[in-house]
């Protein structure tokens, strides 16, 4: 190139250089020429993951990512509604093995609990599944890793996992399903669904106890190695403990060949195969724990927390946490279909158009940070994103709310051919009240019905048209609709503090006089208590909050007020906050909960006694507990959906809609818009493996991106002229004095 600009005059690459802005000032497109055109997916993130460990992992933008690079056993069809758990890696979904006391296999298929005192499952794996290309699976011609005890001069020049030059892959084995089980008892992985399982699965505890134990061990023989100079967090940082997680016994989890594993469980609990469905439950090769484990890659910050490795349709190719997350299709990705079947509606609705066909069908998704909604909301607006949320402030442009027909798009939504499609989310948002505290706990009918005039005073309806545009079913209890148990419409009323209204089919809050009856009965009339001071509560959260969090505790003090009931927050730094939960110490707080699978259990368990929150560091945040729902649990969760479990389900609904532990705010309703490029979409709440379902259509993506995106050329072409004006002269300078004139 450089001999090649000899024989041009400077005066050329000034003309060149004023064409070149020209140019660019004709196209607003923030993709590379020819990124559109192929079958990749656009869109965005405005926080990006923090932890991409299976075992640590929690919240949805990381699942968003790591449900998609690591499979479990088992999963859920695409299509079908109620969820149907179906085969990912699995041969097919497990069943059990019930035993009695006496340790005798149990001929009733589906026995009561207790006679249930084991219980077995065994995982038959599919032959032939393929983990990604890695460095960590690559081996010399001896068979011997390539990359073990590396020095950090060696890797220096590697931005990512993907730059290695050699690399590996090799098959998936049972033995690691085994080894991701036993690192969820792993301590410092604070696996955040830990306490629940080591309640079923038999040895969980006592291996967390010998984790620590040898944890405990080989920090000893450090400390004493390095004498004062030990600072344990450096130490660890800058040379991980890898632990031998097959050392220690563990009964709940046996493997049984390359190919089949068994997990035993302590009693019967038939929601272990939506566990299954988890990435807790994915695999985890060993040799990316040697590999990552080296000082010299936890130097690059190489670690599973950044740098997953799995088996799935997708692996992580780009990972800039405030720029840029890439996912690639995995090259040795197994056999995998799209549906056959789906529910009534899907095939008129064009999502059994693509049945039988091999995935995924997307090659390569971009997802590009975005701080502000808006940005994100033009972008796609003009075509360059394929899929969007509604923004608060974009809400009533966008959609118009009918209360006979719903929510329909706005007219120019139509005009661009984009979708609406809206699901109930299976989640729930309360107010919780601390059963611990003096004032607003207690199982007395003053007590209650304090809770409940407070209950009254929150109208959730209001909450929902202020603050989520009407997005969103006001809650009559604990169990969002989808599934199973839920009640709808006035058979589903909490007759304590609210009403169906048949005009509008909505249920809507008793009268404030009702409250205030019942802030009377509680013996604060008027909001002025025994002692003759006026009643005061307190808000606990952890501190800051946006804009959006500063009006909604604004909205609740004024909801109070109407009642009488002074309201004041106790803001604190998260980690205070925490110990005040663990503590009990608290006396109001938020609390909000996403169905992990989709069964009533994962939504009452969040008031079952022995998972309170305070001494146990359970779900139960309101620390309730009640001993005739309790007593009700255990029986509902071992139980099929039969009517027997609806009438049991009723019962304990029934009861903690009296005791009224927590407000029951709302289940959101999810709003997303789509362009007609972008195909097989259907909401899908249980998991985050269904980008590979999905498919773009990149001929009428690029057609309809340029005629949204039209240039306005004469603003152009004046500065194009102005450009060339002083840059010709320029020019005829330069060229002179080049050849000497």
Not at 79 to 101: D, F, M, S
Not at 623 to 642: I, Q, W
Request: one cysteine or more.
């Amino acid at each position: 190139m450089n001999g090649f600009r000899r024989f041009l005059p400077r005066s050329f690459f000034i003309l060149h250089s004023s064409l070149f802005l020209f140019l660019s000032a004709c196209s607003n497109n923030p993709y590379r020429p020819g990124e559109a055109a192929k079958p990749v997916y656009f869109s965005s993130f405005d926080e990006p993951p923090s932890k991409m460990d299976p075992a640590r992992a929690y919240y949805s933008h990381e699942g968003e990512i790591i449900g998609q690079i690591y499979e479990p056993p088992l999963t859920y069809h695409f299509l079908k509604r109620p969820y149907e758990v179906i085969p990912l890696t699995a041969a097919e979904p497990p069943k059990p093995t019930y035993y009695g006391n006496d340790g005798k296999v149990l001929d009733d298929s589906d026995p009561p609990a207790d006679l249930v005192a084991r219980v077995e499952y065994t995982v038959r794996l599919k032959r032939g599944i393929l983990y990604q290309n890695h460095p960590c699976f690559a081996k010399d011609a001896d068979g011997a890793p390539c990359y073990r005890n590396v020095k950090p001069a060696d890797i220096e020049r590697f931005e990512w996992p993907t730059d290695f030059e050699r690399q590996g892959a090799r098959e998936l084995r049972a033995r690691d399903y085994a080894l991701q089980i036993r690192r969820l008892a792993d301590p410092r992985l604070t696996c955040p669904i830990f306490s629940t399982i080591e309640q079923y699965m038999e040895g969980m505890s006592e291996l967390q106890k010998a984790y620590t134990a040898m944890l405990e061990e080989i920090r000893k023989k450090r400390k004493d190695a390095k004498g004062a100079a030990y600072n344990q967090e450096k130490d660890e940082k800058d040379d991980p403990i890898l632990l031998d997680y097959m050392k220690p016994d563990l009964p709940g989890v046996e493997v049984l060949d390359d190919y089949a594993y068994r997990i035993v469980l302590k009693r019967k609990y038939p929601q272990i195969l939506y566990w299954l469905c988890m990435h807790f439950f994915g695999p985890m090769p060993q040799e990316a724990l040697d590999f990552y484990t080296q000082p010299a890659m936890a130097e690059k910050q190489f670690s599973i927390n950044r740098c997953p490795v799995g088996t799935g349709p997708y692996y992580l190719k780009v990972f800039r946490p405030n720029e840029l997350i890439v996912l690639e299709r995995n090259p040795n990705y197994h056999e995998d279909f799209y549906p056959t079947d789906g529910n009534p509606g899907d095939a008129e609705a064009g999502l059994l158009a693509d049945a039988g066909q091999r995935l995924p069908f997307i090659r390569t998704q971009y997802y590009h940070s975005e701080k502000e909604a808006i940005t994100h909301w033009h972008k796609f607006l003009s075509g360059y994103y394929d899929a969007s949320g509604i923004a608060n402030d974009v809400f009533d442009k966008a959609v118009n709310i009918s209360r006979l027909e719903g929510p329909q798009l706005s007219d120019s939504m139509i005009a661009q051919g984009i979708r609406l499609i809206t699901d109930v989310d299976t989640s729930l948002f309360y107010l919780s009240f601390n059963m611990l505290d003096n004032v607003v706990g207690g199982y007395d009918e003053k007590r209650a019905k304090l809770r409940r005039a407070v209950s009254i005073a929150m109208d959730s309806n209001e909450f929902l048209n202020i603050f989520l545009n009407g997005r969103g079913i006001a809650a009559q209890g604990p169990i969002p609709p989808g599934i199973f148990g839920y009640r709808s419409g006035e058979e589903g009323t909490n007759p304590f503090v609210s009403a169906w209204d048949p005009k509008t089919r909505r249920h809507v809050r008793r009268p404030l006089e009702t409250a205030r009856k019942l802030m009377e009965e509680a013996g604060y009339p008027g909001g002025v208590g025994p002692d003759g001071k006026p009643l005061t509560l307190y808000y606990d959260h952890s501190q800051g909050g946006d804009t959006a969090f500063r009006a909604q505790v604004d909205w609740t003090r004024k909801k109070m007020a109407l009642i009488g009931i002074r309201l004041e927050e106790r803001g604190t730094d998260l980690t205070r906050y925490r110990e005040k939960r663990q503590q009990g110490n608290w006396q109001l707080g938020g609390g909000g909960w996403l169905a992990d699978y989709p069964d009533p259990e994962n939504f009452l368990f969040l008031f079952y006694g022995p998972n309170r929150e305070a001494q146990k560091d359970g779900p139960n945040m309101t620390n309730y507990e009640n001993k005739e729902f309790d007593d009700l649990f255990g029986k509902m969760e071992s139980m099929g959906n039969t009517l027997d479990r609806q009438n049991i389900i009723d019962r304990m609904v029934a009861i903690i809609q009296r005791d009224a532990p927590a407000v029951w705010q709302f289940h959101p309703v999810s709003f997303a818009l789509t362009h007609r490029w972008y195909r097989n979409v259907k909401p899908h709440q249980m998991s985050y493996n269904v980008m590979r379902y999905k498919r773009v259509e990149p001929g009428l993506r690029i057609e309809r991106q340029n005629e949204w995106n039209r240039p306005m050329l004469w603003p152009v072409v004046l500065l194009a002229v102005i450009l060339l004006a002083g840059a010709v002269p320029a020019a005829v300078v330069v060229y002179r004095k080049e050849r000497g004139l």
